[in-house]
């Protein structure tokens, strides 16, 4: 997976061979043709799932240590926001091939909104939630919500904490929680 | 994106409509001009002569009629709307049903995603969330203030995206009594700040 993803971010989506991989992974190609039957097209989207795993696994680390709910969907899409910003990898596919990759991350996010629900059922359950609103549903607004601002933030500046605070505050937990004061 | 009436005559919305009815059987890369003439019951000559240009000048009319289409039913639903709720309600129900019932807009989503969604995605989002948004303001300021339209149209227009895009189990966005209990559920709350109660109450 490393080289692979270290040869889409030479040569690209469209470029990157089964042989490339090969040579930087010191695998033979029969090696590779084992573990990825299905040969290139299944290496690359190996390869993308493994990425948005990792980015993902990297945003659930990053909140692990937020004070309470409010906050730790503040930092997720702060740090989201950027982390998305500075992936070089990620920037240059979707400036030079996004007819390769999207449709993939598009079959990717159904993956990815499972695992942010899962993530977030725990917290909700903690919390004291609106009257009529259930752990689950809330679980999976909040994910679409989090997953539509970190692909775009529109018309916020996902840079800035205080409408970061805002957002969470209004559009993603308004209608979740009992309380959103800070002051709890 | 433009909103203005692509001015089109009887014999070129036949056309598209042809050529619609092609993409939603065989999509828009196997979909040929032949095909279009055949289905519009004209020759190429003629297509060519209403689109110069051929299949790329055809699919651009496409996209700005549906798209005319588009806005002007979501106009109507919103002029309609007795309130805020119904407003909201009205307009994710037209929107996810217009894109779920789009046949051609369906097929392409299903098997040539690389055609539609490099246009939709990340930061080319942009453009569709601030059409709708700036379209949508205007029918929201009476009920929540000019200030927090824009705001609570992309907000909405995010709802429609994701819950069409990607169906989830509890929701279905083609439903009115599922429609609404979103709507009242995770939108009204954050909305109703003081000021838009108070909007709200006066005749």
């Avoid at chain 1, 040969?39 to 980015?55: M, Y």
């Avoid at chain 1, 945003?59 to 982390?83: I, K, M, N, Y």
């Amino acid at each position: 997976m490393e080289a692979g993803y270290a040869c889409v971010a030479r040569y690209g989506l469209a470029k990157t061979t089964v042989e490339d991989v090969a040579r930087e992974s010191r695998l033979s190609r029969a090696t590779l043709y084992r573990y990825f039957p299905g040969g290139r097209d299944q290496l690359l989207r190996d390869v993308i799932a493994w990425e948005t795993g990792r980015f993902f696994g990297r945003l659930a680390e990053a909140v692990a240590g937020a004070p309470d709910f409010p906050s730790l969907l503040e930092e997720a899409l702060l740090f989201a926001h950027r982390a998305v910003e500075e992936h070089e990898v990620l920037q240059k596919v979707l400036q030079t091939e996004p007819e390769r990759l999207l449709p993939q991350l598009t079959v990717e996010s159904q993956r990815i909104l499972v695992l942010i629900r899962r993530f977030l059922v725990p917290y909700l359950e903690r919390e004291e939630l609106r009257p009529g609103v259930e752990p689950e549903e809330a679980a999976d607004y909040v994910a679409r919500m989090l997953l539509s601002f970190i692909g775009n933030q529109g018309r916020w500046d996902l840079t800035d904490p205080a409408q970061v605070a805002e957002l969470v505050r209004t559009e993603l937990l308004a209608g979740v929680l009992a309380s959103t004061r800070r002051d709890l | 994106m433009t909103l203005v009436d692509p001015g089109l005559g009887t014999q070129e919305q036949r056309v598209i409509d042809a050529a619609l009815r092609c993409i939603a059987r065989w999509g828009i890369g196997k979909t040929t001009l032949d095909d279009v003439a055949r289905e519009a019951s004209c020759s190429r000559a003629t297509i060519y002569r209403l689109f110069p240009g051929g299949k790329d000048a055809l699919l651009g009319a496409i996209t700005r009629t549906e798209l005319h289409r588009f806005f002007g039913g979501l106009a109507r639903t919103f002029e309609e709307a007795g309130n805020l709720e119904d407003l909201l309600v009205g307009g994710v129900l037209y929107a996810s049903r217009a894109i779920t019932g789009h046949e051609a807009l369906q097929f392409v989503l299903a098997y040539e995603p690389e055609v539609v969604l490099p246009k939709v995605a990340f930061r080319q989002a942009d453009r569709v969330l601030s059409a709708v948004s700036t379209f949508a303001a205007p029918y929201l300021a009476p009920h929540v203030g000019a200030d927090d339209a824009p705001r609570m149209a992309e907000w909405v227009a995010r709802l429609v995206l994701t819950y069409t895009l990607a169906p989830a189990d509890g929701v279905d966005v083609g439903n009115e009594e599922s429609v609404r209990r979103l709507v009242r559920t995770f939108v009204l709350p954050g909305l109703v700040t003081p000021r838009a109660v108070e909007v709200e109450r006066v005749p």
